[in-house]
């Protein structure tokens, strides 16, 4: 049994044509120095039980002489796991991050005895779309709105204790849930604990990492110059995008992205499978950088067959300008 209910689907990978990435302009994405990784990272970071996320990110910022410090969904000061932590530019992917998929693990304390037969049988009713309104302390207004829950996992059931897998849409109030849970159930409940295993496409078995090393790690760079510990901790913005659809492109038309222009077919390398019309897609370099976020105007096979036409609109450019050579006429230029 797979640990993540919503674990990521391979994507085939599609061939437009060949080109080569010149080695004078960027980094192999995994491979940049330090001081531009810090420009481009995110820590998959560990919150503890305690401090409220805003808290969390006020400290990281003291801690690192960071101001563009930004954390993507927000975790209650008593839930612990994860909470994506941006840095510099890495911070224009957060409202991608933001509208990620969660996975929590919950502790959920019944009011009444209820046999594992009746339990699991009310919770698989609750896979789907669900009505919430958010709780009275909450940052958002409080109107009715429609959350999905695409999987429940009953992982234990002790007493009137019961240990839930939630596989959840962005924005999903878990104390809700496990409220309603308990009215269709007939004896009550409330959520007693909380944890975020999951984040899109940050996990728990990969550079996940506490506060205690984010100080050091960040320490041992600064004053001793050792690289490694910091580079465990601070990833690069690419390991949080995983979860989208990828479309590489020539050198050629990187400059041009980075200044907000539409992506069109002859600047496509290669591409991955299963791109629809209006999805997210990340536009890298060959060298596997993140030069910006978009929606995709055509299909896969679309961008595979045209010859002409833009096929991603730019959203969110998260690489420079001038990080590689201009390739392009401005109109005032012609």
């Given at each position: 049994?797979?640990k993540?209910?919503g674990?990521?689907?391979?994507?085939?990978?599609?061939?437009?044509?060949?080109?080569?990435?010149?080695?004078?302009?960027?980094?192999?994405?995994?491979?940049?120095?330090?001081?531009?990784?810090l420009?481009?990272?995110?820590?998959?970071?560990?919150?503890?039980?305690?401090?409220?996320?805003?808290?969390?990110?006020?400290?990281?910022?003291?801690?690192?002489?960071?101001?563009?410090?930004?954390?993507?969904?927000?975790?209650?000061?008593?839930?612990?796991?994860?909470?994506?932590?941006?840095l510099?530019?890495?911070?224009?992917?957060?409202?991608?991050?933001?509208?990620?998929?969660?996975?929590y693990?919950?502790?959920?304390?019944l009011?009444?005895?209820?046999?594992?037969e009746?339990?699991?049988?009310?919770?698989?009713?609750?896979?789907?779309?669900?009505?919430?309104?958010?709780?009275?302390?909450?940052?958002?207004?409080?109107?009715?709105?429609?959350?999905?829950?695409?999987?429940?996992?009953?992982?234990?059931?002790d007493?009137?204790?019961?240990?839930l897998?939630?596989?959840c849409?962005?924005?999903?109030?878990?104390?809700?849930?496990?409220?309603?849970?308990?009215?269709?159930?007939?004896?009550?409940?409330?959520?007693?604990?909380?944890?975020?295993?999951?984040s899109?496409?940050?996990?728990?078995?990969?550079?996940?990492?506490?506060?205690?090393?984010?100080?050091?790690?960040?320490?041992?760079?600064?004053?001793?110059?050792?690289?490694?510990?910091?580079?465990?901790?601070?990833?690069?913005?690419?390991?949080?995008?995983?979860?989208?659809?990828?479309?590489?492109v020539?050198?050629?038309?990187?400059?041009?992205l980075?200044?907000?222009?539409?992506?069109?077919?002859?600047?496509?390398?290669?591409?991955?499978?299963?791109?629809?019309?209006?999805?997210?897609?990340?536009?890298?370099?060959?060298?596997?950088?993140?030069?910006?976020?978009?929606?995709?105007?055509?299909?896969s096979?679309?961008?595979?067959?045209?010859?002409?036409?833009?096929?991603?609109?730019?959203d969110?450019?998260?690489?420079?300008?001038?990080?590689?050579?201009?390739?392009?006429?401005?109109?005032?230029?012609?």
């Amino acid at each position: 049994m797979e640990k993540y209910l919503g674990s990521p689907k391979p994507r085939g990978l599609l061939v437009r044509g060949e080109s080569r990435t010149d080695p004078s302009y960027g980094f192999q994405y995994d491979q940049r120095p330090v001081d531009v990784l810090l420009k481009y990272s995110v820590i998959n970071l560990d919150k503890p039980v305690g401090p409220s996320s805003h808290e969390v990110v006020a400290w990281i910022r003291k801690i690192l002489g960071i101001e563009r410090v930004a954390h993507a969904g927000t975790l209650d000061p008593k839930v612990s796991g994860i909470l994506p932590i941006t840095l510099n530019n890495a911070i224009r992917v957060l409202p991608v991050l933001l509208r990620e998929d969660k996975e929590y693990v919950c502790v959920m304390r019944l009011h009444g005895d209820v046999d594992r037969e009746k339990l699991e049988r009310t919770v698989n009713m609750f896979v789907g779309p669900i009505y919430q309104r958010p709780p009275l302390r909450s940052a958002v207004k409080r109107s009715l709105r429609i959350r999905r829950i695409y999987g429940i996992r009953l992982l234990e059931l002790d007493g009137r204790n019961v240990l839930l897998q939630v596989w959840c849409e962005a924005g999903t109030y878990m104390r809700k849930l496990c409220h309603d849970i308990g009215e269709v159930l007939g004896v009550g409940a409330h959520m007693q604990e909380l944890r975020r295993i999951r984040s899109g496409s940050l996990t728990e078995e990969k550079n996940l990492a506490t506060l205690h090393d984010v100080v050091d790690s960040f320490i041992l760079w600064k004053e001793h110059g050792i690289e490694e510990y910091l580079r465990r901790v601070f990833i690069p913005v690419e390991e949080a995008v995983q979860h989208l659809p990828k479309v590489w492109v020539r050198d050629t038309a990187v400059d041009a992205l980075c200044h907000g222009a539409p992506l069109t077919v002859p600047g496509i390398v290669k591409l991955e499978d299963g791109i629809r019309v209006g999805d997210h897609v990340g536009i890298f370099t060959l060298k596997g950088e993140l030069v910006a976020i978009g929606t995709a105007s055509m299909t896969s096979s679309q961008m595979m067959s045209s010859r002409s036409g833009v096929a991603v609109e730019v959203d969110h450019v998260v690489m420079e300008p001038g990080t590689y050579p201009k390739a392009w006429k401005s109109s005032k230029a012609s």
